[in-house]
Each structure stands twice: as structure tokens, then as C-alpha cells.
């Protein structure tokens, strides 16, 4: 495996070094280290090294998260928590259960709002004084407001925002009800899909990261947000993989002059959402007409009813694009996606679990009465237990996120008294792979397997009666050791759906075709690639860390 670059070559790959530059770089540098030092507190918790102080650990931090939390592991080894500094800004992180539990609880000390207002302002875009609203609504994403630390001067309720954005995602997306419904939309759309693929006929030449990254994307994003969203722009798909390269990016607001493309790759995603917007009319709800389910212009609810809420309060239409865009068309695609290209390249890639998994999918399909086809019951398929289990282990090992929180008011925590403002994460990156919690003899937590979450259990056949063994899925960690939709009241409230979303494409395609791996290639022009697929380490992070190969099959529609 390659080294890590230096600083300096780090350094000189995003940044031109001028004189001038590294004249007002060491100048401000230099200020930074005395004011924080000045203002450092005694009960600090141990420190991250930094080869070049309040400079490097930062740069790393936002362009190289791999190496960084690397470091970071080696020294969580050593102690329950670890502080560094991004900027001006005291950063900690933390990986025990009780951290991270504590990191999940609602708590006057501890509050998820201030990433979120990062990711308004800088991956959404939106106008400086929208922002404000949600800075200044502290009444919380619940129906009961929090006593408010921002009162209005004349004494009404402040306006709340961040309980009618809850509100509109926990109704649309996380009830099992209208969960179902966007579920059975996406298995259309997908199936439709597929349908291009003639039967009994061999196709030669597929690649599973390719094809999933155009066909997937095109069924979720025509679920979510109707077909014009394609219509209008359509090389949306180029667009937006092209976005999700540098999304993390974003988050921190790096200044144009660092971080230049990736600020251009966000207007053009946004002018996608933008353009959708600016012809799309909202059905009438005077008149009693409005449709409540999935409809062509708007797809489904929760697309409707986020943009009409943003709309309606008179956010600026930048504030508009960016929440469609981040949301709804990038939230839909962005994790998912990759997870299932991860799921499939397991399953494909040993042939005994392919077979066992095509079994196991038969057992969740139905006879739709009205055509008297298959179909697939999602209730069953979701419940399958050895899918789940390559489901949750997919998840496990390729989910990086770090959960963020702000500390609002000074909190012990680890025995070290966290400073106000500062900002707490949990590295799913470390914490999904920690030996002691998911390790077995024979299958480390560094690999993939299988049947990491099933435990066999005896039962008895209704119509035998007879005793047989058979495979249960089982979550017997802690909440606190696996988090890939983050915790708390800030839980990503679309993970139902992306469940099944991710679910039914596998159980979809293992069913539908007979397939045959054939090869690893390289992404960039699609040649042998002399090893199988890792985490792509530009994207750990980030949230789903797509693999840095594709897969090369063929297939054979078989119905």
C-alpha cells in the first residue's frame, strides 16, 4: 500500500505556494497558535500530534479523512478520547459505548444543530439570513417546544422551523405506511429497468458499480422526485456522481480559492434542483383536490410537501435548490447506492452465498392477483434473515460517518471537562471496526462475513412436526457499536426506506438473473484490475465509502 503524503506534498497539491502566500499563511498561523494557547484549558483532554501545529492535524483532517483517522485510531488505543483543532475550532473524538450513547441523548449540553448548520450553509447553499432562522429556532425538532434561549422581544412563540422539517420527514418517510408505499414505486421503476434485458439471453459485458450508479439512481430519483426531474436535466446522472466526489468537501466551507471545482460541481447539481423547481406548481389544496400519494410532477410526498413547507415561509430560491438537491435527491442516492454496489459485489463474489441468497429471496415473493405475475413482498423480503444480515455487515464495513455534535455547555465527559463550543464526533470508521466488539474466530472485523448477524436456532415444522435448524437474524450489539444512520433525534428518518430500497435491488437482480463474475477493472478506463475492491479512501468520512473497482459479470435474465 502506498504511503501517506507528507504535509508539504499535501500542501502543495491543494494550494499554490507563493511567496506571499506562505508569508500570510505562517503569519496567521502563528496568531492562531497563540490565541488558542492563551485560551486553552488546563483540563484538556490528550491531544492529537501535529506536526505542524494548528495547521496540519486541520489539513488533514479535511482532505485525507483515511490517514487522519488513522492517526486517530492509533491514539484512541492509548486513551478514551482524543482533541485536535480545525482552525480556530476545538474539535474532540470518541469511540466508547457510554461517548457514544452519550453523543445520541437528547441533553441541554450536547446539541447536533450546529452541523446542520454547516451543512445549510455550505452543501445546501442557502442565503446567509435563511440560515439564521434555524440558528435562531433553539425550541427543538419535537411537537412539545424546549424553552427557548432566543425569546422573541414581544413575547409571542418564536417561529419554529426545525419541528415542521422534522415533521414533514418523520410523516412521509418514516412511517411503515407511506415507507411501503415509495418501496412498491421503486420496485416498479427498477423493474422497469431491467425489462430492457431480453430473457434467456446472456449479456457479456455488465458492470455492477456502473450499472447500479445509472439504473439505480434513475429508479430512486424518479421515486423520490417524479420523472421531470431526469426530463429536465439529462445528464443529471453524470452531474451528480460527479457532486458526490467532492460532497464532504463542502461541509466546513473552505474558501473559493481551495476549494474551487468543488463549489462549481455544487452549482451545477443545484441548478438541476433549481431548474425543477422554478417549473413545478403544487397541486391545490384549496379546493380539496390535492393528491396525497406519489404523482408525476412531484413524485413522491416527502419531496411535495419539503419543497412546498421551504417555499411557503419564503425561503430564497437558492435556499429552495439546495434543500431539494441535498435532501431529497442526494439523500436518496448517496448512501444507498454505494451500500448496494457493496452488497452485490459480496454476493456475487462467492458463489455458495449467491446460491443461498437466491434461495432465500424465493421464499418473499408472492402472485400478484390482479396480473398473475411474481412480485415481491416487502414485508417478507425485509425480514429475510440471512439478506439482512449482509445488509447490516455491508453497512458495518463500509458506512463512515462521524457523528458531530456541539458541546453547548461545558460537559465532562471521559473524565476531561469539554470545552464550550467545541465540537464532538463519533468515527464510525473506528468504531465499526473494533476488534473486541465484532471480531470471531476465524472471521476478524476487518472482513466482510456473511453471517456475522445470524445465531441458528431449532424449530419445529408445522406440518412435520419434525426439529430443523434454522437461521434467525440477530442484532446483538449495542446501538452504540454500529450507527451507520448516525442516532438521536438527528437519525437519518429516510433509513426505512433506504433499507428496502438497498434490500429489493439485490433481491431483485439475484432472482431475475443468473449471474457470473468475471473479473475486478479499474475505474478509471476499465482494464484488469490486479486485486479485488477496497473502501475507496478519498470517500471515508463521508458517509458510504463506494469500493475503488468495479465488478465485471455477465448475466442471463432467467423470467
Not at 480559492?257 to 434542483?273: G, M, S, V
Not at 439546495?322 to 436518496?332: D, E, I, L, P, R
Not at 429475510?384 to 460517518?401: F, K
Request: aromatic share 12%.
Amino acid at each position: 500500500m502506498a504511503s501517506s503524503p507528507s504535509p508539504i506534498e499535501l500542501l502543495e497539491r491543494y494550494v499554490t505556494l507563493t511567496p506571499f502566500n506562505i508569508s500570510l499563511a505562517v503569519a496567521g498561523f502563528v496568531f492562531l497558535f497563540a490565541f488558542i494557547s492563551a485560551n486553552s484549558n488546563r483540563n484538556h483532554a490528550p491531544a492529537l500530534k501535529d506536526p505542524i501545529p494548528y495547521v496540519w492535524n486541520a489539513f488533514q483532517y479535511m482532505t485525507d479523512q483515511s490517514a487522519f483517522l488513522n492517526r486517530v485510531r492509533d491514539t484512541l488505543r492509548r486513551h478514551p478520547i482524543v482533541s485536535f483543532h480545525v482552525g480556530p475550532m476545538k474539535f474532540y473524538m470518541v469511540k466508547s459505548p457510554k461517548s457514544i450513547q452519550a453523543l445520541f441523548k437528547t441533553s441541554p449540553s450536547i446539541s447536533s444543530d450546529k452541523f446542520m448548520h454547516m451543512v445549510f450553509e455550505n452543501m445546501m447553499n442557502f442565503a446567509p439570513h435563511d440560515v439564521d432562522r434555524f440558528v435562531q429556532d433553539t425550541t427543538g425538532r419535537l411537537a412539545t417546544p424546549l424553552p427557548t434561549s432566543n425569546p422573541r422581544p414581544d413575547g409571542k412563540e418564536p417561529k419554529r422551523y426545525w419541528a415542521p422539517y422534522h415533521r414533514i420527514l418523520h410523516d412521509n418517510l418514516f412511517r411503515a405506511s407511506e415507507t411501503n408505499k415509495l418501496g412498491i414505486t421503486y420496485q416498479r421503476l427498477f423493474e422497469d429497468q431491467l425489462a430492457r434485458f431480453k430473457i434467456g439471453e446472456w449479456t457479456e459485458d455488465i458492470k455492477i458499480r456502473e450499472f447500479l450508479y445509472r439504473d439505480m439512481f434513475t429508479a430512486a430519483t424518479t421515486a423520490f422526485c417524479g420523472p421531470r426531474m431526469l426530463e429536465l436535466t439529462p445528464d443529471l446522472i453524470d452531474v451528480f456522481w460527479r457532486h458526490h466526489e467532492i460532497a464532504a468537501s463542502l461541509v466546513y466551507g473552505l474558501p473559493k480559492w481551495l476549494n474551487k471545482r468543488a463549489l462549481d460541481l455544487r452549482a451545477q447539481f443545484h441548478a438541476a434542483t433549481r431548474r425543477f423547481l422554478e417549473g413545478a406548481e403544487f397541486p391545490d389544496t384549496e379546493t380539496g383536490t390535492e393528491e396525497k400519494g406519489w404523482d408525476e410532477v412531484w413524485g413522491s410526498p416527502a419531496n411535495r410537501e419539503l419543497c412546498r413547507f421551504f417555499k411557503k415561509e419564503g425561503f430564497e430560491m437558492r435556499s429552495q435548490a439546495g434543500v431539494m438537491a441535498v435532501t431529497n435527491v442526494f439523500g436518496s442516492n448517496a448512501n444507498s447506492i454505494p451500500i448496494a454496489v457493496w452488497m452485490m459485489m459480496h454476493v456475487v463474489h462467492d458463489p455458495a452465498l449467491l446460491a443461498q441468497i437466491r434461495e432465500e429471496v424465493e421464499s418473499a415473493f408472492v402472485i400478484d392477483p390482479a396480473t398473475g405475475g411474481k412480485t415481491l413482498d416487502i414485508q417478507n423480503m425485509v425480514a429475510l434473515p440471512l439478506l439482512q444480515s449482509v445488509y447490516t455487515e455491508s453497512l458495518r464495513m463500509h458506512m463512515s460517518i462521524n457523528v458531530t455534535r456541539q458541546v453547548l455547555e461545558p460537559v465532562m465527559m471521559e473524565g476531561y471537562l469539554l470545552e464550550k463550543g467545541a465540537i464532538i464526533q463519533g468515527p464510525a470508521e473506528i468504531v465499526h471496526y473494533e476488534e473486541d466488539t465484532w471480531g470471531e474466530e476465524g472471521h476478524p472485523a476487518c472482513e466482510f462475513w456473511a453471517e456475522r448477524h445470524i445465531k441458528y436456532i431449532e424449530e419445529v415444522d408445522e406440518k412435520t412436526g419434525e426439529k430443523k435448524t434454522v437461521k434467525q437474524f440477530t442484532m446483538s450489539r449495542r446501538a452504540a457499536d454500529l450507527f451507520p444512520y448516525g442516532g438521536g433525534v438527528s437519525m437519518c428518518p429516510g433509513r426505512f426506506f433506504a433499507k428496502q430500497e438497498m434490500m429489493m435491488t439485490v433481491a431483485l437482480l439475484v432472482s431475475r438473473f443468473d449471474i457470473e463474475f468475471i473479473e475486478w477493472t479499474n475505474l478509471e478506463d476499465g482494464s484488469k484490475s490486479d486485486r479485488p475492491a477496497q473502501n475507496h479512501a478519498k470517500f471515508i468520512g463521508g458517509a458510504a465509502v463506494p469500493p475503488d473497482r468495479d465488478m465485471r459479470v455477465r448475466w442471463k435474465r432467467l423470467w
